[in-house]
């Protein structure tokens, strides 16, 4: 039983310095490759490194590369596969940045079209969450909305659809965070500004019943809040909405919390027509 052990641990040792010698020749082989001057065989091997997905390595040979071949016909073919190197090793904001500067220096080459779609797609794949800041998500948008105008027979637009539809519903759900800010922290004249913008930004939203009745709750809550000579116009603004929301929405689930402040309202604007006169 212990010499079945010692031979174990042995066979595991050798094993073990097998597969650091194979390294250490492996990594001497590669720097001798780039030190060479021989860019042929760097050209070869770079694409040898990328088809296996060494994309370090290939990074690095292509990066070398990309001065030497530059103003031959290598130079689009060398610029596409250190691009794409960057991408699978994702550095999605670096790659972008290659990608859109693929399309601008090679508006002609074979894969500019390919190179758009994916300046576009590493912008989606930097968007963040809804929480942060969503300068990614706003280029993502605009990117993909260029590729349509500029590639509308492309069988990417349909994907690019789907993807833009998922960004927009990023900024919905951040916009509407923001108004509810707005409203739990009771400063309704920004509600109802947002809300107003909103709607006309996501006439769609599945948001909109919600934030419609906001708006009209904010604009209730502004008027019996605000000085005498404001009221009037702030009720009007809620029993105005509130007719829109009823044309609107006749089902929803708030309309009973709508029409107790449309009530309220007309009872409010009732009193200051007595007062005032």
């Given at each position: 039983m212990?010499?079945?052990?010692?031979?174990?641990?042995?066979?595991?040792?050798?094993?073990?310095l097998l597969y650091v010698m194979t390294i250490i020749?492996?990594?001497?082989?590669?720097?001798?490759?780039?030190?060479?001057?021989?860019?042929?065989?760097?050209?070869?091997?770079a694409k040898e490194f990328y088809d296996k997905g060494a994309?370090?390595?290939s990074v690095q040979l292509y990066e070398e590369l990309i001065p030497i071949v530059k103003g031959t016909d290598k130079a689009a073919e060398v610029y596409y596969y250190y691009t794409w190197s960057e991408h699978n090793l994702g550095d999605y904001l670096l790659s972008q940045y290659h990608?859109?500067?693929y399309t601008r220096q090679y508006p002609n080459a074979p894969h500019v079209e390919e190179c758009h779609f994916m300046s576009a797609y590493c912008y989606f794949l930097n968007s963040p969450n809804y929480k942060l800041d969503q300068t990614y998500t706003k280029n993502a948008i605009k990117e993909f909305q260029s590729f349509i105008d500029q590639y509308p027979e492309s069988k990417r637009i349909d994907t690019c659809n789907v993807l833009i539809d998922q960004l927009r519903l990023k900024l919905e759900k951040k916009d509407y965070e923001i108004i509810k800010q707005y409203y739990k922290l009771s400063d309704w004249k920004a509600a109802i500004v947002a809300v107003k913008i909103y709607l006309k930004e996501y006439p769609t939203s599945a948001y909109?019943?919600?934030?419609?009745?906001?708006?009209?709750?904010?604009?209730y809550l502004l008027a019996i809040n605000?000085?005498?000579?404001?009221?009037?116009?702030?009720?009007?603004?809620?029993?105005?909405?509130?007719?829109?929301?009823?044309?609107?929405?006749?089902?929803?689930?708030?309309?009973?919390?709508?029409?107790?402040?449309?009530?309220?309202?007309?009872?409010?604007?009732?009193?200051?027509?007595?007062?005032?006169?």
């Amino acid at each position: 039983m212990t010499i079945f052990i010692d031979l174990k641990k042995n066979w595991l040792i050798t094993l073990c310095l097998l597969y650091v010698m194979t390294i250490i020749t492996s990594c001497d082989k590669f720097n001798k490759l780039l030190k060479s001057t021989d860019y042929d065989l760097k050209l070869t091997k770079a694409k040898e490194f990328y088809d296996k997905g060494a994309y370090v390595k290939s990074v690095q040979l292509y990066e070398e590369l990309i001065p030497i071949v530059k103003g031959t016909d290598k130079a689009a073919e060398v610029y596409y596969y250190y691009t794409w190197s960057e991408h699978n090793l994702g550095d999605y904001l670096l790659s972008q940045y290659h990608f859109k500067s693929y399309t601008r220096q090679y508006p002609n080459a074979p894969h500019v079209e390919e190179c758009h779609f994916m300046s576009a797609y590493c912008y989606f794949l930097n968007s963040p969450n809804y929480k942060l800041d969503q300068t990614y998500t706003k280029n993502a948008i605009k990117e993909f909305q260029s590729f349509i105008d500029q590639y509308p027979e492309s069988k990417r637009i349909d994907t690019c659809n789907v993807l833009i539809d998922q960004l927009r519903l990023k900024l919905e759900k951040k916009d509407y965070e923001i108004i509810k800010q707005y409203y739990k922290l009771s400063d309704w004249k920004a509600a109802i500004v947002a809300v107003k913008i909103y709607l006309k930004e996501y006439p769609t939203s599945a948001y909109n019943e919600e934030l419609y009745y906001t708006m009209i709750d904010s604009y209730y809550l502004l008027a019996i809040n605000s000085v005498y000579s404001k009221k009037e116009e702030r009720l009007n603004g809620a029993i105005e909405n509130y007719v829109k929301f009823l044309d609107l929405y006749p089902k929803s689930s708030y309309i009973s919390r709508a029409e107790n402040i449309y009530t309220s309202c007309k009872k409010l604007k009732e009193k200051l027509n007595y007062d005032g006169f």
